[in-house]
C-alpha cells in the first residue's frame, strides 16, 4: 500500500468549504501543522475567530474525509483560531504606537440616544469574550458613559509607570470617562478636549493583546467619531437602531458619517424590536418593527438580528450584570451570541478579502 501523503490529504479537505466566505478550508490556508506519521495523521484547522459557528461541522468532516483515505489508521484533528488582525499602520506618523497589541476596533455606533446602543455594546463584547476571543470595552461616550453602571465597577483605575491600567470585569478590560467623575459630575468639554481624552485613552491605557476593542460610541456623528476615525483604523462599525422612522432616519445619517472616513459598516441591530408578555405571550411590536431589516437591505449591509424589549435586559444593565452573564442559557443571551458571531464573521471577511489600508483622514463638511 502506498504511503499516505500530504497532498492527498488535503486534497481530501479540499471539498470542505466554508460557507462564509465560499472557499475550501485548504485555499484559505486554514490547514496547519500537518503531520504524517506511517497511518496517523494529525493536523489543525485554524479558523478566523473563535466565533466561528461551524466548527464541530468543519472538525467532523475533516476527520471523516482523512479516515477514508486508504492506510490512514488514525486522525487527529484540533481546531484553533487566530482572530485576523484589521490593524494596519496607524494613519498619522507619530501614532505609531496607538494600541500596538489590538487586533480589531469595533465601533458600536447610533444616529440617536435612547436605542440601547451602550447595552448591545456590552453584551456583544461580552459575547465575544465568552468565543475564547481576548475583548476590552472603551466607552467613548464621554458626556454620557454608562459602563460604569452596566458593569457594576467604579472608581479611579490605578496607574503603573505612567500608564493607566484598565479595570476588569467578566474577562474584559474597561475604560470609561466615568471613572474619573462621580455620577453627578457633568462633562462639559468642547472639542479639542475630547479629542485629547480620546487620544490618551488609546495611547496611555495599558490595553495589552487583545482580538477586539469594542468602543461605544456616543450618539450622532461628532466629535469622538471623527477623532476615533483619524487616529485609529477601525475594522467597522455596527450601527444599532429602534424600529421606528424617528430613528432609522437619523441611523442614515451615521452611515452616511462612517462612508465618508472610509469605516465599513459591519452590520445593523434593531434593538426594542418587540415585546412579548411574560405573564400571557401576547407579542406586541411597540414601536413598529422591521425597520433595521429594510435599512439594510436598502444600504446594501447585514441584519444582525432583533433584540426585544425584555425588563431583565434591563435589570441586568441597572444592576451591573449584564444579561449574558445573569442569564447565559437565556434566549436574549443566545441573541447576543449570535450577533457577536456575525460581527467577528463581517470583520474576518473584511480582512481576507479587502486590501489593508489605513482609513483616510477626511473632514466632514
Not at 479537505?13 to 460557507?19: A, K
Not at 465575544?128 to 454620557?144: E, I, K, N, R, W
Not at 442569564?327 to 471577511?349: C, G, H, I
Request: hydrophobic share 45%; glycine share 10%; aromatic share 6%.
Amino acid at each position: 500500500m502506498p504511503p499516505v501523503t500530504e497532498a492527498a490529504v488535503l486534497d481530501a479537505l479540499r471539498p470542505i468549504v466554508d460557507p462564509d466566505f465560499g472557499k475550501s478550508i485548504v485555499d484559505l490556508g486554514f490547514i496547519k501543522e500537518l503531520r504524517i506519521e506511517g497511518g496517523r495523521v494529525s493536523f489543525a484547522i485554524e479558523l478566523t475567530t473563535p466565533a466561528c459557528p461551524v466548527k464541530s461541522e468543519f472538525e467532523k468532516a475533516a476527520r471523516e474525509r482523512v479516515a477514508a483515505l486508504a492506510g490512514v489508521d488514525d486522525v487527529q484533528v484540533t481546531m484553533t483560531a487566530n482572530t485576523r488582525g484589521h490593524r494596519t499602520a496607524a494613519p498619522q506618523p507619530e501614532a505609531g504606537a496607538i494600541l500596538p497589541g489590538v487586533k480589531n476596533v469595533l465601533a458600536v455606533a447610533s444616529g440617536k440616544g435612547g436605542v440601547g446602543k451602550s447595552t448591545v455594546a456590552i453584551n456583544l463584547a461580552l459575547a465575544l469574550q465568552q468565543t475564547g476571543a481576548s475583548v476590552g470595552v472603551m466607552d467613548a461616550d464621554v458626556y454620557g458613559p454608562s459602563l460604569p453602571l452596566l458593569t457594576g465597577v467604579h472608581g479611579r483605575p490605578r496607574a503603573e509607570e505612567r500608564r493607566i491600567v484598565p479595570h476588569e470585569a467578566a474577562g474584559l478590560k474597561l475604560m470609561s470617562m466615568g471613572f474619573f467623575v462621580t455620577e453627578n459630575s457633568p462633562v462639559i468639554w468642547r472639542g479639542p478636549m475630547v479629542h485629547g481624552l480620546i487620544r490618551q485613552f488609546l495611547t496611555d491605557v495599558e490595553w495589552g493583546e487583545l482580538d477586539y476593542l469594542v468602543c461605544d460610541l456616543p450618539p450622532g456623528t461628532g466629535d469622538v467619531q471623527l477623532s476615533l476615525s483619524q487616529l485609529i483604523p477601525i475594522a467597522g462599525a455596527v450601527m444599532v437602531t429602534t424600529p421606528q422612522e424617528v430613528s432609522i432616519v437619523d441611523v442614515v445619517k451615521g452611515i452616511a458619517m462612517f462612508e465618508k472616513v472610509e469605516i465599513p459598516i459591519l452590520g445593523i441591530v434593531e434593538n426594542m424590536s418587540f415585546y412579548t408578555c411574560p405573564a400571557c405571550g401576547h407579542h406586541d411590536e411597540i414601536f413598529s418593527h422591521g425597520g433595521g431589516k429594510r435599512l439594510a437591505q436598502e444600504v446594501g449591509t447585514s441584519f444582525f438580528g432583533e433584540i426585544p424589549i425584555d425588563t431583565r435586559i434591563r435589570f441586568g444593565g441597572d444592576a451591573g450584570v449584564p444579561v449574558i452573564v445573569a442569564s447565559p442559557d437565556s434566549e436574549n443571551a443566545q441573541r447576543f451570541m449570535d450577533l457577536a458571531t456575525k460581527a467577528a464573521l463581517a470583520v474576518a471577511k473584511n480582512v481576507l478579502s479587502k486590501p489593508k489600508r489605513s482609513p483616510r483622514l477626511a473632514v466632514i463638511k
